[in-house]
């Protein structure tokens, strides 16, 4: 299957700071990727889609201006967890969708452990 | 609203045991359901899915899930499990936006 990377595989922040964390579609272009987040002992919880060359849609209940995201290219999507308190810490998996290759599933990357003191 | 229910949080089971893992989805017009499994420090890898056809879904590494329509489930089924099979398993239905269950983690002991 396809791959999916995310960097950094966890991240440590104080209060206040903002953090981005990439995840990037190895070898398929993905012309829209999600973005969930896991509390611990729990599922994953869709908090937005990432359309390539336009604006994220998230869902509801999700500050959009608390997380920026930004899908530049068909490889690339962030999410910037701006003035990240210690609420933000959770674990935070991206995935991609090929729509238009030999693909037409979800690939998830990693995850990203944010901790914020 | 589409919800998915994993009724079991943790399953423990003996090496060689059959599994299974439970699901339940809230009804609607159109259906497409999956299984993932996430290992320790790993992604989500696609175990099996369903949109149509055939009501018994076979996917990787022995596993299999029904459909039913009647029950509203689409239970994940094992015959014989391998340490190797302890993880923890997402129910989820969706086919642009996933929606996942709260996942059950199966605990397969020697």
């Known amino acids: 299957g396809a791959v999916v990377s995310q960097h950094p595989s966890w991240v440590i922040c104080k209060s206040g700071t903002s953090v981005k964390i990439e995840c990037r579609s190895l070898d398929f272009q993905a012309t829209t990727m999600f973005w969930y987040r896991q509390f611990p002992k729990q599922s994953l919880m869709l908090m937005a889609t990432s359309n390539e060359g336009s604006k994220a849609t998230y869902e509801q209940g999700v500050e959009k201006d608390k997380f920026l995201i930004n899908h530049a290219s068909l490889t690339l999507s962030t999410l910037t967890v701006t003035s990240a308190h210690p609420e933000d810490s959770s674990f935070y998996i991206c995935s991609a969708r090929d729509t238009g290759g030999k693909y037409n599933e979800q690939f998830f990357g990693p995850g990203t452990r944010l901790t914020v003191l | 609203a589409q919800s998915v229910t994993q009724l079991d949080s943790q399953v423990p089971v003996f090496e060689e045991a059959p599994v299974e893992l439970r699901c339940n989805y809230s009804s609607s017009v159109s259906v497409y359901l999956f299984w993932y499994v996430q290992y320790p420090n790993q992604g989500l890898q696609l175990l099996l899915k369903?949109?149509?056809?055939?009501?018994l879904v076979k996917g990787i590494n022995g596993f299999e899930a029904e459909f039913n329509k009647s029950q509203t489930s689409f239970h994940l089924r094992k015959p014989s499990v391998h340490i190797s099979d302890t993880a923890e398993y997402f129910c989820g239905r969706g086919f642009n936006k996933f929606y996942f269950g709260s996942g059950t983690k199966l605990n397969v002991k020697p």
């Open positions: 369903y949109l149509s056809g055939s009501t």
